[in-house]
């Protein structure tokens, strides 16, 4: 059996994600003031996004591929799909 390339576009889920967990990640956090916090869910949502960027291209897209002999599937870096 082949294995099949799939690539998604959904550029909501992405970023709605990303945010979510810069969010949590500030929010286990104590002693933070409202404007701190805001702050630094920004700057990890940046840095969350840049440690993501080698599976999403554009920010939006994202390629698997499923081995349907294996019964597995894996996500595809950005170089390794069309």
Same mark, same amino acid.
């Given at each position: !059996?082949?294995? /099949?390339?799939?690539?998604? =576009?959904?550029?909501?889920?992405?970023?709605? *994600? /990303?945010?979510?967990?810069? &969010? #949590?990640?500030?929010?286990? !956090? +104590? &002693?933070? +003031?409202?404007?701190? *916090?805001?702050?630094?869910?920004?700057?990890?949502?940046? *840095?969350? &996004?840049?440690?993501?960027?080698?599976?999403? #291209?554009? &920010?939006?897209?994202?390629? /698997?591929? /499923?081995?349907?002999?294996?019964?597995?599937?894996?996500?595809?870096?950005?170089?390794?799909? =069309?």
């Amino acid at each position: !059996m082949p294995k /099949i390339v799939m690539v998604f =576009k959904d550029p909501d889920v992405t970023y709605e *994600a /990303i945010e979510d967990a810069a &969010g #949590r990640s500030v929010r286990e !956090m +104590s &002693g933070l +003031s409202a404007s701190e *916090a805001a702050d630094l869910a920004e700057t990890r949502k940046v *840095a969350f &996004g840049e440690a993501c960027s080698p599976w999403l #291209r554009y &920010g939006e897209y994202v390629g /698997i591929e /499923i081995d349907t002999d294996a019964g597995t599937a894996r996500v595809l870096k950005t170089n390794e799909w =069309k």
